[in-house]
Structure formats: structure tokens, C-alpha cells
């Protein structure tokens, strides 16, 4: 069975670092990508970026691009999203998928991590 | 403001059919497959329909989608309670290699 497993919920002040993690399992965590989405509080989804974890190749939203960065780890089958300072603005639910580029979808979803921003 | 145009909001009776539109252009849903999710209130998306027409095992056949030039469409049959949710659409842009959702259409089961 696939799943993928988020970090708990996060309160942070605002300039805090921050790593939220999406562990995979039930597949072969480096033959799919893992995307992030962002959805803040009463709004849609946004799409944040990709990664393939076989090798480390990452697309990244202009949106979001160099306000975070996206990684992962093939020997724990884990990917992340990290701020190096938060803003208040990023107070909104975070989930990470599995996408399937070729296609394109996202087939499964982690729970979602909340992350709370406020001083 | 978001790439795909959804309606904000859609209603019907239970039992009844309701049809969700997602317009795009030849970039995005011109060039490529869309897919669906259903977001009921407190959860994670759930895949709906992808390549365009297709539903993932244990969705039931009240939920088809179909697509035609640069919109797609979901379409509810037999409405139920439990339907009530928003659903975004999604696809990939070919010009900007960017993942792009609808604004999401809120769907109330009067």
C-alpha cells in the first residue's frame, strides 16, 4: 500500500527555520516524483515544486522559487520542504504527493503538515 | 489569481447532476491530460480522475470527466451528501513547465 507519512503540525516565530518531511513507502520512493502544495487558510491549492528523488533533479514555482527549498533523502525514502526564515505569510497547510510526470497527476497524498507563523 | 478558471461554486439537489467546468489554454489543457480531486472539509486532496477521462480504483462511476480543446469537465451524477467539497482541476503548462491547478469549486448538495 502507498502511503506518505508528513511531520506534525509546527508553531514558528517569524525569521524561524523551518524542515517539514513527506516519508514515503509501499513503492520505490526513487522512481516518482514527490511534489509540494501549499494551500493557505480558506484557499486553493498552489503548487510549490517537484522532486525526483532517484536524482535530486528539482522543479521548482517561480511563485516559490529561492523562498524554499525542496530535497530528499534516498536512504530514509523521505523528501522535504525548509525555510530558512519564515514570514508570517506562510502560515498554511503543506502537503507533499506522489506525481506522475508523464501523465501528470497526483496519485497519492500525505495527510498535510499545518505550519503556524506568528510572533 | 489562478492558471485554470473554475467556477467558484456549484449547487444541486441530491440525486440530481452537476457539471464542473476548468478552462485552460492550448498550453496547459490544450497540450495535456487534466486530472481532478476532491477535497472534502478537514482533508488532504483525493484523486478523482486523471488523464482526462480515467478514474483511480474505488471511485465510483457517478464521477466522469471529459475534455475538449482548452476546458475540461467534471461531471457528479447522482448527487449525494457526502459529495459535498471543493474540487480543483489540474495539469501540467507546457510553456512554463509548471504544475497548474483551478481555484477550486466549492460544491454544495442543497
Known amino acids: 500500500e502507498v502511503q506518505l507519512v508528513q511531520s506534525g503540525a509546527e508553531a514558528k516565530k517569524p525569521g524561524e527555520p523551518l524542515k517539514i518531511s513527506c516519508k514515503g513507502s509501499g513503492y520505490i520512493f526513487t522512481s516518482y516524483w514527490i511534489g509540494w502544495v501549499r494551500q493557505m487558510p480558506g484557499k486553493g491549492l498552489e503548487w510549490m515544486g517537484l522532486?525526483?528523488?532517484?536524482?535530486?533533479?528539482?522543479r521548482y514555482s517561480p511563485s516559490f522559487q529561492g523562498h524554499v527549498t525542496i530535497s530528499a533523502d534516498k536512504s530514509t525514502n523521505t523528501a522535504y520542504l525548509q525555510w530558512s526564515g519564515l514570514k508570517a505569510s506562510d502560515t498554511a497547510m503543506y502537503y507533499c504527493?506522489?506525481?506522475?510526470?508523464?501523465?501528470?497527476?497526483?496519485?497519492?497524498w500525505g495527510q498535510g503538515t499545518l505550519v503556524t507563523v506568528s510572533s | 489569481q489562478s492558471v485554470l478558471t473554475q467556477p467558484p461554486s456549484v449547487s444541486a439537489a441530491p440525486g440530481q447532476k452537476v457539471t464542473i467546468s476548468c478552462s485552460g489554454s492550448s498550453s496547459d489543457i490544450g497540450s495535456n491530460y487534466v486530472s481532478w480531486y476532491q477535497q472534502l472539509p478537514g482533508t488532504a486532496p483525493k484523486l478523482l480522475i486523471y488523464?482526462?477521462?480515467r478514474r483511480p480504483s474505488g471511485i465510483p462511476d457517478r464521477f466522469s470527466g471529459s475534455k475538449s480543446g482548452t476546458s475540461a469537465t467534471l461531471d457528479i451524477t447522482g448527487l449525494q451528501a457526502g459529495d459535498e467539497a471543493h474540487y480543483y482541476c489540474e495539469t501540467w503548462d507546457s510553456s512554463l513547465y509548471v504544475v497548474v491547478f483551478g481555484g477550486g469549486t466549492k460544491l454544495t448538495v442543497l
Open positions: 504527493g506522489r506525481y506522475l510526470f508523464a501523465d501528470p497527476y497526483f496519485d497519492f
Open positions: 522532486i525526483y528523488p532517484g536524482d535530486s533533479d528539482t
Open positions: 488523464d482526462s477521462i
